[in-house]
Nanobody, 124 residues
Framework: EVHLVESGGGLVQAGGSLTLSCTAS????????IAWFRQASGKEREGVLC????????YYEDSANGRFTISIDNARNTVYLRMNYLIPEDTAVYYC?????????????????WGQGTHVTVSS
């Protein structure tokens, strides 16, 4: 059975950093594409950053480019989202999603599994 579990969210001041984790079970991350999405209150879930099966990073959120990076620890079957220079607009619930065909897409409906999300709040 496939599970994704996010962690690492919290409250941080603007300009600060956080690292989110997404640990997978039931499959190995190097077989798939894995993406981070976020959903702010009252808004739709939007793509932030995706890691293709060939390990290319694709940014769906322009403001994340240069501030956010994605990485994978295959031994822990865990993907990380490192977020630097956080701004209040980054406040949202962050989700990791798995795309079994290994192809990144900005459409959340094209991902096969999701974690439960982790809350990030950036204060000004």
């Amino acid at each position: 059975e496939v599970h994704l579990v996010e962690s690492g969210g919290g409250l941080v001041q603007a300009g600060g950093s956080l690292t989110l984790s997404c640990t997978a079970s039931g499959f190995t991350l190097d077989e798939t594409a894995i993406a981070w999405f976020r959903q702010a209150s009252g808004k739709e879930r939007e793509g932030v950053l995706c890691y293709t099966r060939s390990r290319l990073s694709i940014y769906y959120e322009d403001s994340a480019n240069g501030r956010f990076t994605i990485s994978i620890d295959n031994a822990r079957n865990t993907v990380y989202l490192r977020m630097n220079y956080l701004i209040p607009e980054d406040t949202a619930v962050y989700y990791c999603g798995e795309q079994a065909e290994g192809v990144c897409t900005g459409g959340s409906h094209q991902y096969d599994y999701w974690g439960q999300g982790t809350h990030v709040t950036v204060s000004s």
